[in-house]
C-alpha cells in the first residue's frame, strides 16, 4: 500500500509518467491516463470515503490474432494484450468482507466465510469475484478483506474479453493484498477461467485469461492445459507501417451462449469418437480417414467441419508466430486471411444459425473485403456470431478505412489499437 496523497501526487506531477507511457504504449501522450487513475481514486473516495492508503491496478483486454477456437480443445493459439483496460483502487477495510463496486453498476459484496458456488448468481460479476476469492483461499492463501473500485473501457461484446481482464484485475488485486504477489501471471489465468467455469458457469478456453494476464503478444500451447506452453512475441506493427483496428458490428447482442457452446461440444462430439475428450488427443490423419464414417454416425456435418478447422487452425497459429518471428509479414497477413476464412467456411462463427437474418459481422467483413482489397488482412475476431472484426490496416489507408467503415456501421465503431506490453498489473509503488 502507498498513502493516497502521495499516489495523487505521482499521477499529477508526472512522476509516474515513464510507466504509464510503458504500459500503455503512448509515448509522451500520458495525461488522459493520469486523469483516468485519478479519477477512480475519486470514484472510490465518493463510494469508501477516504483511505489513508491504496493501491492502483490495472489488467488488459485482449485481442486473438490467431488459433479461433483452438483454446478449448487444447491447441495453439497467438493472442496479445492490448491498450484498452479495466483499472481499479483498493484499500483493505478491516473487516472479513470484500466490496468491489464497478462504474455504473451495483456494488458487490462478499462475505469471506462464504465462497460456495450460488447457482442464482451464474452470469453475474459476483459470482467470478467468488471464484478468484475461492481459488486464492483454495491455494492456502489467507483472505483479508477489501474495498475496490472499478472502471472499465475494454468494449463490451468487442472479442476483447471484458470479462477476463475483470477476472485478471480481481485475481491481481487478491494477488498483491492477500498473496504477496506470489502467484505468477500463467496462474493468476487459471484462476480466472476457474472462476468463469465453475462460479459464472460459462465455457471458455484459457486464451482470453492467459493474453490478459500474461501481456505482450504470447504464443500458448494448451497441450498440457495445467502446465501451457507460453512465450512471448516481439511483434511491432508500426515497423510494417500498419495498425490493427476492432470494428464493432453493431450486431444485436441476444443470448448466443448456446451459439458459443455448440462449438467446444461439437469438437468434442468428434473427439469422443475417437475416444478421446479434446481434438488435440485425435490424430489428425485418423480423423482425415474416418471423416464418412463420422457423418454417418454422428449426424453432423457442421461437427466435422468445425474439427477440420480446429486441426488447421491451430498449426496456423504457429504458423503466424513463425512468420511474425522470422519478419514475414507478408506471409502473416496471408494467414491472418486463411484463418478467417476457415472461420467463416468450417466453425462457422460468422453469424448465428438461429438468426440467420442478422449477419452484420458478415456485412463488415465485406466492407473490409470492399475497402482493403488486396492489402492487408481481416477475420471474424474472437467469439465471433455477433462480435467483432480485427483488420490488419496499412498506415496509408488507415483514415480512409475508418471513414468509409463507419460511413455504413456507424461514428466510433472502428477502433484503433495497439499493443500493451504488460499484464495484469499494481500501477502504483
Do not use: W
Not at 46 to 65: K, M, Q, V
Not at 128 to 146: N, Q, W
Amino acid at each position: 500500500m502507498q498513502k493516497t496523497e502521495e499516489i495523487v501526487k505521482c499521477l499529477a506531477d508526472g512522476s509516474l509518467n515513464e510507466k504509464l507511457s510503458y504500459i500503455y504504449s503512448c509515448g509522451d501522450d500520458t495525461k488522459k491516463y493520469a486523469d483516468r487513475f485519478l479519477g477512480v481514486i475519486d470514484g472510490y473516495k465518493e463510494i469508501y470515503g477516504n483511505a489513508d492508503e491504496l493501491a492502483l491496478f490495472s489488467a488488459p483486454g485482449r485481442t486473438e490474432i490467431g488459433g479461433n477456437h483452438t483454446d478449448h480443445q487444447h491447441g495453439c493459439v497467438l493472442a496479445g494484450s492490448v491498450d484498452l483496460d479495466v483499472i481499479a483502487a483498493a484499500a483493505y477495510n478491516g473487516e472479513n468482507t470484500v466490496r468491489i463496486k464497478s462504474k455504473g453498476y451495483d456494488m458487490d459484496v462478499i462475505d469471506l466465510d462464504d465462497l460456495e458456488i450460488h447457482p442464482e448468481q451464474f452470469d453475474k460479476a459476483i459470482a467470478l469475484i467468488r471464484g478468484v476469492l475461492r481459488s486464492f483461499k483454495d491455494r492456502g492463501y489467507e483472505l483479508r478483506g477489501f474495498n475496490a473500485y472499478t472502471e472499465s473501457n475494454v468494449l463490451k461484446g468487442s472479442g476483447l474479453s471484458s470479462s477476463a481482464a475483470f477476472e485478471v484485475l480481481v485475481g491481481t488485486i487478491v494477488n498483491d493484498l492477500c498473496a504477496n504477489g506470489e502467484v505468477d501471471p500463467v496462474e493468476i489465468a487459471k484462476i480466472g477461467q476457474y472462476a468463469e467455469n465453475v462460479f459464472y458457469n460459462k465455457p471458455s478456453g484459457l486464451l482470453d485469461q492467459m493474453a490478459s494476464s500474461v501481456g505482450a503478444v504470447v504464443a500458448a500451447d494448451f497441450k498440457c492445459t495445467e502446465e501451457p506452453e507460453i512465450s512471448k512475441v516481439e511483434f511491432d506493427l508500426a515497423k510494417y507501417g500498419y495498425s490493427l483496428c476492432i470494428v464493432d458490428s453493431g450486431a444485436d447482442h441476444a443470448d448466443l451462449t448456446g451459439e458459443y457452446a455448440s462449438i467446444p461440444s461439437e469438437m468434442k462430439q468428434v473427439a469422443e469418437y475417437f475416444g478421446k475428450s479434446v481434438l488435440r488427443e485425435v490424430d489428425e490423419a485418423e480423423f482425415l480417414r474416418n471423416i464418412k464414417p463420422i457423418r454417418e454416425k454422428l449426424g453432423n456435418d457442421r461437427a466435422v467441419l468445425r474439427a477440420y478447422h480446429f486441426f488447421n487452425e491451430s498449426r496456423r497459429a504457429c504458423l503466424e508466430t513463425e512468420a511474425i518471428r522470422n519478419g514475414d509479414f507478408d506471409r502473416f497477413l496471408e494467414l491472418v486471411k486463411l484463418s478467417g476464412r476457415s472461420s467463416y467456411m468450417y466453425l462457422q462463427n460468422v453469424f448465428a444459425a438461429s438468426m440467420p437474418e442478422q449477419q452484420a459481422v458478415a456485412v463488415t467483413l465485406a466492407m473490409c473485403d470492399e475497402i482493403l482489397g488486396s492489402r492487408g488482412a481481416y477475420r471474424v475476431h474472437g467469439g465471433g456470431f455477433a462480435g467483432t472484426v480485427q483488420a490488419f490496416v496499412p498506415d496509408d489507408m488507415l483514415d480512409e478505412f475508418k471513414t468509409k467503415i463507419e460511413a455504413v456501421l456507424g461514428e466510433g465503431m472502428c477502433h484503433v489499437l495497439a499493443i500493451r506490453p504488460i499484464g495484469g498489473c499494481r500501477i502504483s509503488e
